[in-house]
């Protein structure tokens, strides 16, 4: 089973971005999934979360109103909707997801690679 995160790049404060992970490999089910985010020289953040279903969200003060987390259970990927940006959003940001794999054949958390996103003028 592995991640694989998607979509990072450079772009203008006020820009947007969308962000995606694809999960692939001997899944047998995929629970909660997030994105993290880590910039240089600060430790690993909690970014945003969302449920099994898509119905629980959740967000990070510093993204309210202005990020959005959804996913695609039939492609097994999960996105993150970046609007508003500003230069301190710049980060390494990570997705995250609870899979049971059958190689594994019990629940784990597995990380993407990461994908830099620069957010400058």
């Known amino acids: 089973v592995q991640l694989q995160a998607s979509g990072g790049g450079l772009v203008q404060p006020g820009g947007s971005l969308r962000l995606s992970c694809a999960a692939s490999g001997s899944i047998v089910s995929i629970n909660n999934m997030a994105w993290y985010r880590q910039a240089p020289g600060k430790p690993r953040e909690l970014v945003a979360t969302?449920?099994?279903?898509?119905?629980?969200?959740n967000f990070a003060d510093s993204v309210k109103g202005r990020f959005s987390i959804s996913r695609d259970n039939g492609k097994n990927e999960v996105y993150l909707q970046m609007n508003s940006l500003k230069p301190e959003d710049t980060a390494v940001y990570y997705c995250?997801?609870?899979?049971?794999?059958?190689?594994?054949?019990?629940?784990?958390?597995?990380w993407g690679q990461g994908t830099l996103v620069t957010v400058s003028s």
């Open positions: 995250n997801a609870d899979i049971y794999g059958l190689g594994a054949g019990r629940w784990y958390a597995y």
């Open positions: 969302i449920s099994s279903g898509g119905s629980s969200r």
